[in-house]
């Protein structure tokens, strides 16, 4: 039997599925994480904690740009179970938004907190569900293709 989600979440966590185009998106992007050694080598959605005195929007493009160096414009939320978008752990839970790069597709962007970063096509769902991802991330994976989709 699944446990009852929690009324609230401690912590807010923001994520990006960056696409490569926002009328006809063919790819998405994927960064694998460098850090806590728990979860070094996985992959994730680029993204990070909202601060408290900023709205999930706000964190999301500000944490894209001190991940991905790109400004991003934000598209449709990918909506979780929860109020808060998906659960990570039993404090924190994630909402995620698709959205583009301004100016269009960047190039192969890194900074520190990701080991590597990679472009998935979409036209090969099974090689992005085949990539080691984040447990708590999988089931967004399965949304956003469900997502894009419709």
């Given at each position: 039997m699944t446990a009852p989600l929690?009324?609230?979440?401690?912590t807010q966590v923001v994520g990006a599925a960056l696409l490569d185009d926002a009328e006809?998106?063919?790819?998405?992007?994927?960064?694998?994480?460098?850090?806590?050694?728990?979860?070094?080598?996985?992959?994730?959605?680029?993204?990070?904690?909202?601060?408290?005195?900023?709205s999930c929007e706000q964190a999301l493009v500000r944490e894209c740009a001190?991940?991905?160096?790109?400004?991003v414009e934000l598209l449709a939320e990918v909506r979780g179970p929860h109020?808060?978008?998906?659960p990570l752990t039993d404090t924190a839970a994630m909402r995620v938004w698709t959205a583009?790069?301004?100016?269009?597709?960047?190039?192969?962007v890194m900074g520190e907190d990701h080991l590597a970063v990679r472009w998935l096509p979409l036209g090969d769902a099974r090689g992005a569900l085949d990539?080691?991802?984040i447990p708590?991330?999988?089931?967004?994976?399965h949304a956003l293709l469900d997502h894009l989709r419709t």
């Open positions: 929690p009324v609230a979440y401690r006809r998106p063919t790819a998405f992007l994927a960064a694998q994480r460098a850090y806590p050694e728990t979860l070094r080598g996985l992959w994730e959605f680029p993204g990070g904690k909202q601060e408290p005195d900023e001190e991940e991905l160096g790109v400004a109020a808060q978008g998906w583009v790069a301004a100016g269009g597709r960047p190039g192969p990539l080691p991802w708590a991330d999988l089931p967004i994976v």
